[in-house]
């Protein structure tokens, strides 16, 4: 009997994440830069995206050498290293990942946190570390989720452009489309209603006709209540 061996799956570049995504991953944060020993204040909290691992982790002195490059910076939280939302949602897809919200700013692990025994009633865990997850979440982190692209073709961290939803399916736009005919509707409906009130529209031109109402327009109603005059005081009559 012939057996037949699978093939490993193949994917893009792109979709297993820019080329700085691993050494960030794989990067040790909050040690003194060995390129600055002697200054205070030298902990290596940074990143840089343009040097990938060639440059490793990096401290506020090093920065002014990196200063046309995009640097983010690497938080910490119960001693694992985090990343805010803010600066690695615009670059990379993080959907299944578990966010947290720390110090008023959401944020991501980039590492797994292996759990050894779920809590009790817990019914999902992290595909990778088994760690608790609420049931709308795979993975714990971006490291988990790299992990679990080896198995599930659909994961992908390139971002794709959402589906419109006046383009019927047909293509493909951002949230923010200010260019939509719905949009755009709304948008004249509002300038004539703020604007134009006066201005009738002429049914067979479709446009709009400088012809004003016949009425005279009403003088607005002052709500402020008039001031009451003083009168001239009465004296009481004196009773001998």
């Given at each position: 009997?012939?057996?037949?061996?699978?093939?490993?799956?193949?994917?893009?570049?792109?979709?297993?994440?820019?080329?700085?995504?691993?050494?960030?991953?794989?990067?040790?944060?909050?040690?003194?830069?060995?390129?600055?020993?002697?200054?205070?204040?030298?902990?290596?909290?940074?990143?840089?995206?343009?040097?990938?691992?060639?440059?490793?982790?990096?401290?506020?002195?090093?920065?002014?050498?990196?200063?046309?490059?995009?640097?983010?910076?690497?938080?910490?939280?119960?001693?694992?290293?985090?990343?805010?939302?803010?600066?690695?949602?615009?670059?990379?897809?993080?959907?299944?990942?578990?966010?947290?919200?720390?110090?008023?700013?959401?944020?991501?692990?980039?590492?797994?946190?292996?759990?050894?025994r779920p809590g009790k009633g817990v019914?999902?865990?992290?595909?990778?570390?088994?760690?608790?997850?609420?049931?709308?979440?795979?993975?714990?982190?971006?490291?988990?989720?790299?992990?679990?692209?080896?198995?599930?073709?659909?994961?992908?961290?390139?971002?794709?452009?959402?589906?419109?939803?006046?383009?019927?399916?047909?293509?493909?736009?951002?949230?923010?489309?200010?260019?939509?005919?719905?949009k755009q509707l709304r948008r004249a409906?509002?300038?004539?209603?703020?604007?134009?009130?006066?201005?009738?529209?002429?049914?067979?031109?479709?446009?709009?006709?400088?012809?004003?109402?016949?009425?005279?327009?009403?003088?607005?109603?002052?709500?402020?209540?008039?001031?009451?005059?003083?009168?001239?005081?009465?004296?009481?009559?004196?009773?001998?």
């Amino acid at each position: 009997m012939v057996s037949v061996q699978q093939s490993p799956m193949v994917r893009s570049e792109e979709d297993l994440g820019p080329p700085w995504l691993r050494p960030l991953l794989g990067t040790s944060f909050f040690v003194p830069c060995p390129a600055h020993p002697d200054l205070s204040k030298n902990e290596c909290n940074l990143f840089c995206l343009g040097c990938n691992h060639a440059a490793g982790a990096l401290c506020s002195y090093c920065v002014p050498a990196h200063r046309d490059h995009h640097v983010v910076q690497i938080r910490r939280s119960s001693y694992h290293n985090v990343i805010r939302v803010s600066e690695v949602g615009k670059l990379i897809d993080i959907a299944h990942v578990q966010t947290y919200v720390i110090n008023s700013a959401k944020i991501v692990f980039l590492n797994g946190r292996p759990q050894a025994r779920p809590g009790k009633g817990v019914t999902n865990t992290c595909e990778i570390c088994c760690r608790s997850l609420p049931d709308s979440f795979r993975f714990c982190s971006l490291g988990c989720k790299l992990g679990g692209m080896q198995w599930d073709p659909t994961l992908t961290f390139a971002i794709r452009p959402k589906r419109s939803q006046d383009s019927g399916g047909e293509g493909y736009g951002s949230d923010d489309d200010s260019f939509s005919p719905r949009k755009q509707l709304r948008r004249a409906g509002f300038e004539l209603g703020r604007f134009d009130r006066g201005v009738r529209w002429s049914d067979d031109e479709g446009s709009k006709s400088n012809t004003r109402p016949m009425t005279p327009t009403t003088p607005p109603i002052s709500r402020c209540r008039p001031s009451r005059r003083k009168g001239i005081p009465h004296r009481a009559p004196f009773y001998g």
